[in-house]
């Protein structure tokens, strides 16, 4: 058989352009598998935030909101913890002064990204642009480098990942959450979920606002605070901040 040398090279084209595709794909999504907690401890243990033994890091998400920060400030300072906070930049920019209250409290701020999105497709350029933006929104608004990176929803991609390294940041999720985003979340709920894989070393996440919650989900968090951080010091486990946490993290 004579073989049509246009259409042989029309399937080579394809193979290859098929074969790239495929690499960025994995590229792009490979990561994200470190959202799962199982395979985030085999894969990457350090995303974990597993810290020294004896402390737990405390996080919050997707503020500063004007709304609800404030309240967990107040809350964390009656119990004099400090917490890091992650910052979405948009937000940083609408609310300065709360960016600025939170260093000022002692917190640790830390980027959440630019804007809030899913990573449906590979966007690297944007990623590192939206990544080093709330960077230096953070130096410039609140005084302080920023040494974290946690990517919006937890999902960390081929993208973002190379955003956080070139921005000399250390991207980090969590090994115990609240699950206090969801319309069903009460403060019950939310300390339950937190204690059901709480250890010493554990980073826990919460929410500080609801721009990406149930509306009103953050007052189930408010509400699961205080026990939560009386049970870290019944089980004799100091509770602060990422850079506090330990020289493993």
């Known amino acids: 058989m004579v073989r049509h040398p246009g259409r042989e090279g029309a399937r080579v084209v ?4 098929g074969g790239a595709l495929g690499v960025a794909a994995a590229w792009h999504i490979g990561p994200a598998a470190t959202w ?3 395979l985030r401890k085999i894969l990457s243990p350090t995303l974990d935030g597993r810290g020294h033994p ?11 909101d004007p709304a609800s920060t404030p309240h967990f400030l107040r809350v964390l300072s009656a119990h004099d913890v400090h917490a ?6 948009t937000s940083l920019r609408r609310h300065p002064a709360l960016g600025r209250a ?5 917190h640790e701020v830390a980027v959440h990204g630019w804007h809030h ?6 966007t690297p350029l944007r990623d590192v642009r939206e990544v080093a933006r ?13 040494q974290w990176y946690r990517p919006p929803y937890g999902i960390l991609t081929g993208g973002r990942l190379a955003a956080a390294r070139r921005a000399g940041l250390r991207p980090v999720l969590w090994s115990t959450w609240g699950r206090d985003w969801t319309v069903h979340a009460d403060a019950h709920s939310v300390q339950a979920s937190v204690l059901k894989d709480l250890t010493g070393g554990a980073t826990v996440l919460l929410h500080d606002a609801d721009g990406w919650s149930a509306p009103g989900a953050w007052r189930a968090t408010l509400g699961a605070l205080p026990g939560l951080l009386a049970e870290c010091r019944r089980l004799g486990l100091r509770v602060g901040p990422l850079s506090e946490h330990s020289r493993e993290v």
């Open 14 to 17: 394809s193979r290859v352009a």
């Open 36 to 38: 799962l907690p199982p």
């Open 54 to 64: 004896d402390h737990v890091a405390l996080t919050f998400d997707d503020g500063p």
């Open 84 to 89: 890091t906070f992650f910052l979405v930049g």
């Open 102 to 106: 939170l260093v000022a409290g002692g």
């Open 117 to 122: 999105r899913r990573p449906w497709y590979p």
């Open 134 to 146: 709330t960077a230096d929104a953070v130096r410039q608004i609140c005084g302080t480098d920023p």
